[in-house]
């Protein structure tokens, strides 16, 4: 009987955190799950599709949503963090700070508050490429449904326009900050990745080329719930693409950023460059590369981007990135196969920047055992502590959904202690 069972703590809101929660739950455990963005599944939301099927995320997050709602064992809370934990495994006390929303349960998802709100803020979603209101959905499918307000953006009761043509009183400015605690037998830390900060390869001219963006920011492009539903168009003036350069390994394998290969770049690259396609077929698009990694199954994926006469794959690496005087972009890398620098101009760039852990300075006082790299320890963490997928190793959608698995399974053995 699940009332007879400890609790179940899972850190992390995102692919990995949902089904390690789903998975314990299905099984009769009880289940909390927090994640600090105000909408559960984590970078996966933002991207287009998955690779190499090419299917959106959301036929695999709208399932495990669908698994949370009818499940009384799931407890979910986002925009909530840990603030301690103490205790060992078995008995642990867990106080969770959870952050005022400011939009209750009664909310319809109507828009209204929206068309009257007067305060603009970047769209974190979309990585600042558009904006949205100081009151907003988080994206178009967001899992709950239901608006957030940006505190620190917002006026309050000082405007209270949203609040006045709400029918259903939905908002509450006086909401404030409460701190939850929990009693619970294990915590699954499946708290994901950041992509690395473009701007601290400075060669490399992301924030100061318009038209030199990133991997994820591409996503957001593709979409299309993105800045310009799902039109991939040059940042700088919105035309049409004619030729693009894919960078990879931007921080990744570099002494000087990541030293480590953060495993899906190769893939998501190539994914990209059928987005490219499928809009542009006679685009000419260039990758430029260390070695390109698509391990088993994902070779054949390779192998037909090879194919394509318009995708050309320079092995070297970028020197620098420039802005040409007609608006386009000045790549110049090394080309080991064919010798010599090599001096490309194209519309628009792409950077496959790289993996950063999730939990890497998170501020978070517990005694967690790390990598070298910043990643969780899979092995010699306190008993009843664990990490899922990305938290403590880059890794795809596939593998980190296998590894969450396992990791239901590693806290359901702690309830016993």
């Known amino acids: 009987m699940a009332d007879e069972k400890k609790r179940i703590l899972v850190v992390g809101g995102g692919i990995s955190g949902v089904t390690t929660a789903v998975e314990a739950a299905e099984a009769g455990y009880n289940v909390t799950l927090i994640e600090r963005n105000p909408y ?44 301690s934990i103490s205790g060992t495994e078995g008995n642990f006390h867990v106080k969770i700070k959870h952050s005022p929303r400011m939009v209750n349960d009664k909310c319809t998802a109507c828009n209204k508050c929206v068309d009257v709100c007067p305060v603009e ?34 006026k309050g009761s000082a405007c209270g326009k949203c609040k006045e043509v709400c029918k259903f009183g939905a908002i509450d400015f006086n909401e404030k ?11 699954v830390f499946a708290t994901g990745w950041s992509p690395y ?47 693009i350069a894919f960078v990879q390994c931007a921080g990744s394998r570099d002494e000087n950023h990541l030293g480590y290969c953060s495993a899906v770049c190769c893939m998501a690259t190539l994914k990209q460059a059928s987005y490219v396609r499928e809009q542009y077929p006679e685009a000419q698009i260039y990758i430029f590369y260390i070695d390109l990694r698509a391990p088993g199954k994902y070779e054949a994926f390779l192998q037909k981007s090879q194919a394509d006469p318009l995708i050309k794959m320079i092995k070297g690496k970028v020197a ?24 490309q101009t194209v519309d628009m760039v792409v950077l496959a920047t790289g993996m950063e852990p999730g939990l890497k300075g998170s501020g978070l006082k517990v005694d967690i055992k790390y990598q070298e790299d910043g990643f969780v320890a899979a092995e010699g963490q306190s008993a009843g502590f664990y990490a899922a997928g990305v938290a403590k190793r880059p890794a795809d959608v596939t593998t980190s959904l296998q590894d969450a698995t396992a990791m239901a399974l590693k806290g359901i053995q702690s309830t016993y202690k």
């Open 40 to 83: 559960l599944g984590g970078r996966v939301a933002q991207l287009t599709r998955y690779f190499p099927k090419l299917c959106p995320p959301y036929c695999g997050l709208e399932i495990n949503f669908r698994r949370i709602k009818r499940n009384t064992l799931v407890d979910f809370y986002t925009m909530a963090q840990v603030e």
């Open 121 to 154: 803020r970047p769209n974190d979603f979309n990585f600042g490429l558009d904006k949205n209101k100081a009151i907003y959905l988080p994206h178009n499918m967001a899992f709950p449904m239901k608006y957030v307000i940006d505190s620190k953006v917002c």
């Open 177 to 187: 900050e409460v701190i939850k605690e929990l009693d619970c037998a294990s915590i």
């Open 197 to 243: 900060d473009a701007a601290k390869m400075e060669n490399l001219g992301f924030g100061k080329i318009k038209n030199v963006i990133t991997n994820m920011m591409m996503e957001r492009y593709a979409s299309n719930s993105g800045p310009t539903a799902g039109k991939i168009v040059r940042p700088s003036d919105n035309k049409a693409i004619e030729s």
């Open 320 to 343: 620098k990135i420039e802005q040409d005087s007609a608006g386009g972009v000045i790549v110049t890398a090394e080309d080991i196969e064919g010798g010599g620098r090599i001096h």
